[in-house]
C-alpha cells in the first residue's frame, strides 16, 4: 500500500509592517538656475534604491525626488524649473523575518511640502509611508491517490487552489517619440514635463506577459520666439516580458512602480527641436497563479487489514475573485484670498491616496482621496503664472460574494478620468473617475494524509462486534463513519440496503452484515 503524492507549490506571508518617516531638509537652487520669486506648481516621489533583510529587520535604503516649478525673479517672470532630492535610510522591525527572505516595499508619499526660504533656496518637508511584506514560497506534498493491492477503502475531498507558477522581478521599458504638431512652435527651452503611464494592463500568455497601457505626457516649453507653450496628449503603449513558466489563462497578479524616467528634446528629421524622446522603466513585481482543481486524500480505513492514516493539518491558498469597481468622484476646488484670478487651464493632474481596503459583507470597502492640482494662467501681472489644490474624499464598494476575514486582497488603485474646468467666481470644477483591481486569495486549512500505517486486524475487537446489526442513523453519520465502525465496505452497505446512493439522514436504518471481505 503505498501513497500517490504531489508537490503543492504555496506561498504564504511571512510578516508585514507598516511605518512612516519624515524627510526634512533646505535645498540649494543649483547655480545654473535662476533665482526663485514665488513657487508654483510640485511633484514628488519615491525611488527605492536597496531593500535589505536582516534578522527580523529589513533596511530600506531610497530617496524622495521632487520636481517644482516657480517664477523666476525678473520682469517678464518667466517660469523655471528644479529638481532634487532627499535620502532616507529605514531600519523597519518584521518579527520572524530572517537574511534570505524576499520582502516587498510599497511607498506612498502622504504628504510633500515645499516652501520658499529665499531666492536660492527651498526647505522641502515630506512625509513618506512605508508598507513592507515578506513573502515564503514552499511545497506542501499532499497525497492525492492510494495504491494498493488489498482491500481498502479510502475517500478524496475536491480542493480549489492557486498554485504559485511564477516568482520573479523584471522591468518593462516604454520609449516613444512624441512629436509636435504643426501649429507649435519649437522648442528652444523645456520648461517642465510630467509623463505617467495610466490604465496599465497585464495578461499571461505563453513564455510572455502581455502590457499595454496609456502614457500621459504633458510638456511646457519656451518656444523659440519666447513664448511659453505648453503640450498634451495621451498615446497608447504595448509590449511583452518573457516569462518561462506562464501560460494563458494563469491568474497575475503584478505590481508595479515607476523606475527611471528619462525625457529629451531632440531634432526632428527637417533638424528642428520638435520631437519629445521619453523612456520609462517600469519595475515588474511578477506573480502568477495556476487555479487547479485538486482531489486529495482525506480518510483511509482497513477491512482486511487495520490501517490508519497519519495525517497533519496544511494550508492552502485559492483565488477567490478577480475583479474591479469604479466611482465616479465630483467637487468643486475654491481658490484662496491670495490666489491669482484664473484665465486659462493650463495642465491638471491627480494622485490618488487610497486607505488599505476593509473587508465587509460581500465586498471591500475602500476610500481615500483625490488630490488634485492644477496649473494655470492668471489675469495677475505680478504672477502670470498659477496653481489651485485641493483634496475630494471618495468611498464606495468593491463586490466580492463570499468574501470573509480570513481572505486575504491586493487592490490597486488608478484614475481613469480626470476634468477640470474652470467656473465663474474663482472655483474648479473636478470630476473623475477612480478605478480599483482586485485579486482575492481564500485561505482554507485542510488535514493531509501524510503517511499509512498498516498492521493485522486484532481479532479479538473485530470478534466483540455483532454479526448483523440495525444501525440507526445519529445527526452528522456518514455512510464512511458506519462503514470504518464496522469494518465493513461502503459498496457492500449500498448493495445490502438497496441504496443508490451514500446520503443518509438521522433515523434511517441500515442492515450492516459483518464479513470480511477478499
Same mark, same amino acid.
Given at each position: 500500500?503505498?501513497?500517490?503524492?504531489?508537490?503543492?507549490?504555496?506561498?504564504?506571508?511571512?510578516?508585514?509592517?507598516?511605518?512612516?518617516?519624515?524627510?526634512?531638509d533646505?535645498?540649494?537652487?543649483?547655480?545654473?538656475?535662476?533665482?526663485?520669486?514665488?513657487?508654483?506648481?510640485?511633484?514628488?516621489?519615491?525611488?527605492?534604491?536597496?531593500?535589505?533583510?536582516?534578522?527580523?529587520?529589513?533596511? $530600506? =535604503?531610497?530617496?524622495?525626488? *521632487?520636481?517644482?516649478?516657480?517664477?523666476? #525673479?525678473?520682469? &517678464?517672470?518667466? %517660469?523655471?524649473?528644479?529638481?532634487?532630492?532627499?535620502?532616507?535610510?529605514?531600519?523597519?522591525?518584521?518579527?520572524g523575518?530572517?537574511?534570505?527572505?524576499?520582502?516587498?516595499?510599497?511607498?506612498r508619499?502622504?504628504?510633500?511640502?515645499?516652501?520658499?526660504?529665499?531666492?536660492?533656496?527651498?526647505?522641502?518637508?515630506?512625509?513618506?509611508?512605508?508598507?513592507?511584506?515578506?513573502?515564503?514560497?514552499?511545497?506542501?506534498?499532499?497525497?492525492?491517490?492510494?495504491?494498493?493491492?488489498?482491500?481498502?477503502e479510502?475517500?478524496?475531498?475536491?480542493?480549489?487552489?492557486?498554485?504559485?507558477? $511564477? =516568482?520573479?522581478?523584471?522591468? *518593462?521599458?516604454?520609449?516613444?517619440?512624441? #512629436?509636435?504638431? &504643426?501649429?507649435? %512652435?519649437?522648442?528652444?527651452?523645456?520648461?517642465?514635463?510630467?509623463?505617467?503611464?495610466?490604465?496599465?494592463?497585464?495578461r499571461?500568455?505563453?513564455?510572455?506577459?502581455?502590457?499595454?497601457?496609456?502614457?500621459?505626457?504633458?510638456?511646457?516649453?519656451?518656444?523659440?520666439?519666447?513664448?511659453?507653450?505648453?503640450?498634451?496628449t495621451?498615446?497608447?503603449?504595448?509590449?511583452?516580458?518573457d516569462?518561462?513558466?506562464?501560460?494563458?489563462?494563469?491568474a497575475?497578479?503584478?505590481?508595479?512602480?515607476l523606475?527611471?524616467?528619462?525625457?529629451?528634446?531632440r531634432?526632428?528629421?527637417?533638424?528642428?527641436?520638435?520631437?519629445?524622446?521619453?523612456?520609462?522603466v517600469?519595475?515588474?513585481?511578477?506573480?502568477l497563479?495556476?487555479?487547479?482543481r485538486?482531489?486529495?486524500?482525506?480518510?483511509?480505513?482497513?477491512?482486511v487489514?487495520?490501517?490508519?492514516?497519519?495525517?497533519k493539518?496544511?494550508?492552502?491558498?485559492?483565488?477567490?475573485?478577480?475583479?474591479?469597481?469604479?466611482?465616479?468622484?465630483?467637487?468643486?476646488?475654491?481658490?484662496?484670498?491670495?490666489?491669482?484670478?484664473?484665465?486659462?487651464?493650463?495642465?491638471?493632474?491627480?494622485?490618488?491616496?487610497?486607505e488599505?481596503?476593509?473587508?465587509?459583507?460581500?465586498?471591500?470597502?475602500?476610500?481615500?482621496?483625490?488630490?488634485?492640482q492644477?496649473l494655470?494662467?492668471?489675469?495677475?501681472?505680478?504672477?502670470?503664472?498659477?496653481?489651485?489644490?485641493?483634496?475630494?474624499?471618495?468611498?464606495?464598494?468593491?463586490?466580492?460574494?463570499?468574501?470573509?476575514?480570513?481572505?486575504?486582497?491586493?487592490?490597486?488603485?488608478?484614475?481613469?478620468?480626470?476634468?477640470?474646468?474652470?467656473?465663474?467666481?474663482?472655483e474648479?470644477?473636478?470630476?473623475?473617475?477612480?478605478?480599483?483591481?482586485?485579486?482575492?486569495?481564500?485561505?482554507?486549512?485542510?488535514?493531509?494524509?501524510?503517511?499509512?500505517?498498516?498492521?493485522?486486524?486484532?481479532?479479538?475487537?473485530?470478534?466483540?462486534?455483532?454479526?448483523?446489526?440495525?444501525?440507526?442513523?445519529?445527526?452528522?453519520?456518514?455512510?464512511?463513519?458506519?462503514?470504518?465502525?464496522?469494518?465493513?465496505?461502503?459498496?457492500?452497505?449500498?448493495?445490502?440496503?438497496?441504496?443508490?446512493?451514500?446520503?443518509?439522514r438521522?433515523?434511517?436504518?441500515?442492515?450492516?452484515?459483518?464479513?470480511?471481505?477478499?
Amino acid at each position: 500500500m503505498e501513497l500517490v503524492r504531489k508537490n503543492i507549490h504555496m506561498d504564504r506571508i511571512k510578516g508585514q509592517a507598516s511605518t512612516q518617516i519624515t524627510l526634512e531638509d533646505d535645498i540649494n537652487i543649483l547655480d545654473s538656475r535662476p533665482d526663485a520669486s514665488k513657487l508654483i506648481y510640485d511633484r514628488g516621489s519615491v525611488a527605492l534604491e536597496e531593500i535589505k533583510v536582516t534578522e527580523d529587520h529589513v533596511a $530600506v =535604503k531610497g530617496k524622495l525626488q *521632487f520636481l517644482v516649478m516657480y517664477l523666476a #525673479e525678473g520682469e &517678464q517672470q518667466a %517660469p523655471a524649473c528644479m529638481e532634487g532630492s532627499i535620502p532616507f535610510d529605514e531600519q523597519i522591525y518584521v518579527e520572524g523575518v530572517q537574511s534570505g527572505d524576499s520582502a516587498n516595499v510599497k511607498w506612498r508619499l502622504e504628504d510633500l511640502t515645499i516652501g520658499l526660504i529665499n531666492s536660492r533656496k527651498l526647505s522641502v518637508q515630506a512625509l513618506i509611508a512605508l508598507k513592507v511584506c515578506s513573502e515564503v514560497m514552499y511545497d506542501e506534498e499532499t497525497a492525492v491517490d492510494l495504491y494498493h493491492e488489498e482491500p481498502v477503502e479510502y475517500r478524496k475531498k475536491p480542493l480549489r487552489i492557486a498554485q504559485m507558477t $511564477v =516568482k520573479k522581478r523584471d522591468i *518593462f521599458r516604454i520609449k516613444e517619440e512624441l #512629436e509636435l504638431p &504643426q501649429n507649435f %512652435p519649437n522648442v528652444a527651452r523645456l520648461i517642465w514635463q510630467g509623463v505617467e503611464p495610466e490604465n496599465v494592463e497585464f495578461r499571461a500568455l505563453e513564455g510572455r506577459i502581455s502590457v499595454q497601457g496609456d502614457l500621459n505626457a504633458f510638456f511646457l516649453y519656451e518656444g523659440e520666439e519666447g513664448a511659453v507653450k505648453c503640450y498634451e496628449t495621451v498615446v497608447p503603449f504595448s509590449g511583452m516580458v518573457d516569462c518561462t513558466g506562464c501560460d494563458e489563462g494563469m491568474a497575475a497578479d503584478i505590481d508595479y512602480a515607476l523606475g527611471s524616467k528619462d525625457v529629451e528634446v531632440r531634432p526632428d528629421f527637417d533638424g528642428e527641436q520638435r520631437v519629445f524622446t521619453v523612456e520609462l522603466v517600469m519595475d515588474l513585481d511578477i506573480s502568477l497563479y495556476e487555479e487547479e482543481r485538486l482531489d486529495i486524500l482525506s480518510g483511509v480505513y482497513g477491512v482486511v487489514k487495520e490501517v490508519e492514516a497519519i495525517s497533519k493539518p496544511a494550508r492552502f491558498k485559492g483565488l477567490l475573485a478577480r475583479t474591479s469597481g469604479k466611482t465616479k468622484v465630483a467637487d468643486r476646488i475654491k481658490l484662496g484670498a491670495s490666489d491669482a484670478p484664473i484665465v486659462q487651464i493650463l495642465h491638471s493632474e491627480a494622485q490618488i491616496q487610497a486607505e488599505d481596503g476593509e473587508i465587509v459583507e460581500n465586498g471591500i470597502h475602500m476610500k481615500g482621496t483625490v488630490n488634485v492640482q492644477a496649473l494655470y494662467l492668471s489675469s495677475d501681472e505680478k504672477t502670470p503664472y498659477s496653481s489651485a489644490r485641493g483634496s475630494i474624499p471618495f468611498s464606495f464598494m468593491l463586490d466580492v460574494p463570499d468574501i470573509n476575514n480570513g481572505c486575504t486582497f491586493k487592490v490597486q488603485t488608478g484614475l481613469e478620468q480626470l476634468a477640470v474646468a474652470m467656473l465663474d467666481g474663482g472655483e474648479l470644477d473636478v470630476k473623475a473617475v477612480v478605478v480599483c483591481r482586485v485579486i482575492v486569495f481564500e485561505h482554507r486549512t485542510e488535514n493531509i494524509v501524510t503517511d499509512i500505517v498498516v498492521s493485522d486486524l486484532d481479532m479479538n475487537k473485530l470478534s466483540g462486534l455483532p454479526g448483523i446489526v440495525i444501525y440507526i442513523a445519529k445527526e452528522g453519520d456518514s455512510l464512511w463513519d458506519v462503514g470504518k465502525r464496522y469494518y465493513v465496505p461502503i459498496a457492500q452497505i449500498k448493495e445490502t440496503n438497496d441504496m443508490t446512493t451514500e446520503e443518509i439522514r438521522p433515523g434511517d436504518k441500515l442492515l450492516i452484515v459483518k464479513g470480511i471481505s477478499n
